[in-house]
T-cell receptor, first 114, second 111 residues
């Protein structure tokens, strides 16, 4: 029973398209995240979201937007895709507020923009 | 500005020996630190953590050491096993709910 699941696992699309990546967690966590792993393998935070607050990494282009229909879901929408958006995107969730609480990650979505 | 750095992109160790993975940080506001392990085509999985008020935490073959004055932490794996071959990420966390990751170190344990 997967704790954090994201779909699709692979996504190939053309420049200029709009696409979404879905993420769901069944852990009852109150905070969800999107991370981007770039070509140099760095894991960089994009968004942190709970039902109270959205925190956006200021380096993320506004073509990227998180959408949370409910506490268990945080989908990532990307408009006008560019070649440089090609990367692996990871969703994660965590029960924030406690000490030493780890984040649980999804399996990743490899996005390839051609 | 990289707040968490793993300066060794790769490490090769013989099976049965000790693996030591290092991590440096610059942000004094981190409350705790975590190590994640990542296999290809999978998401990172949590391995071990340490609070900023401690200097050591041990869990089986895995021990994390924290030197706050040097802003340095390390993960020791002993004895190393071939199944430990993966990419290891260290991360710093704080009450702001963000985890900031290092660039990862690829560990290869040779049989």
């Amino acid at each position: 029973d997967t704790a954090v699941s994201q779909t699709p696992k692979y996504l190939v699309t053309q420049m200029g398209n709009d696409k979404s990546i879905k993420c769901e967690q069944n852990l009852g966590h109150d905070t969800m995240y999107w991370y981007k792993q770039d070509s140099k393998k760095f894991l960089k935070i994009m968004f942190s979201y709970n039902n109270k607050e959205l925190i956006i990494n200021e380096t993320v282009p506004n073509r990227f937007s998180p959408k949370s229909p409910d506490k268990a879901h945080l989908n990532l929408h990307i408009n006008s895709l560019e070649l440089g958006d090609s990367a692996v995107y990871f969703c994660a969730s965590r029960q924030a507020g406690g000490a030493n609480t780890e984040a649980f990650f999804g399996q990743g979505t490899r996005l390839t923009v051609v | 500005d990289q707040q968490v750095k793993q300066n060794s992109p790769s490490l090769s160790v013989q099976e049965g020996r000790i693996s030591i993975l290092n991590c440096d940080y610059t942000n004094s506001m981190f409350d705790y630190f975590l190590w994640y392990k990542k296999y290809p085509a999978e998401g990172p999985t949590f391995l071990i953590s340490i609070s900023s008020i401690k200097d050591k935490n041990e869990d089986g073959r895995f021990t994390v050491f924290l030197n706050k004055s040097a802003k340095h932490l390390s993960l020791h794996i002993v004895p190393s096993q071939p199944g430990d071959s993966a990419v290891y990420f260290c991360a710093g966390g704080n009450a702001g709910n963000m985890l900031t990751f290092g660039g990862g170190t690829r560990l290869m344990v040779k049989p």
